[in-house]
């Protein structure tokens, strides 16, 4: 099912926001996944070149349970914006499929393009590199992550579609 929403709208109805309740993400992202439109509640990582805590999370249960039933998340991921190496490939995209996520949203790089554009899951990332990361066991989970310069706390929700991604402290749809 395709959720109910388009950024532009959202965009129009929250553009006079001084909260901080309500951003933009910049335009850098590029998609890689099969899905291109989606919208969850955010879980959020940190790690710069070792994707440890990000394959840990995706072999996780990717859904909240909710009042309203059981809603696919979007895994946001603070990669330090580096292009260096590789956060995520087709293995850990085949995972985030099998585990129920909405999506991956990656300040960083991804690998194996050809097979995560196959996969029935949102994916956004800054660019692909072939090079893997190392497994250093390092990073963070759930805590607030800035994406180009843009802050992302776990619980925000995330809508994205073809003309780009927005953050809200709230469900909006």
Request: aromatic share 6%; charged share 25%; net charge negative.
């Amino acid at each position: 099912m395709t959720p109910l929403f388009a950024t532009c709208d959202l965009c129009d109805a929250h553009k006079n926001d001084s909260s901080g309740g309500f951003r933009v993400l910049p335009p850098v992202f590029r998609d890689f996944g099969a899905v291109r439109k989606f919208c969850g509640p955010v879980a959020t990582i940190k790690c710069f070149e070792d994707n440890s805590l990000l394959k840990a999370a995706l072999d996780s249960d990717g859904f909240e349970d909710t009042p309203s039933g059981r809603i696919a998340k979007v895994l946001v991921v603070d990669g330090g914006a580096s292009l260096r190496r590789a956060l995520l490939g087709g293995n850990l995209g085949l995972a985030a499929v099998r585990n129920g996520w909405a999506a991956v949203v990656i300040d960083g790089c991804v690998r194996d393009v050809a097979e995560l554009a196959l996969l029935g899951v949102g994916i956004r990332a800054l660019a692909s590199m072939p090079l893997p990361t190392e497994k250093r066991n390092q990073g963070q989970r759930d805590l607030a992550i800035q994406l180009q310069g843009v802050w992302v706390r776990p619980g925000d929700w995330l809508y994205a579609d073809d003309d780009g991604m927005v953050l809200s402290d709230r469900c909006l749809s």
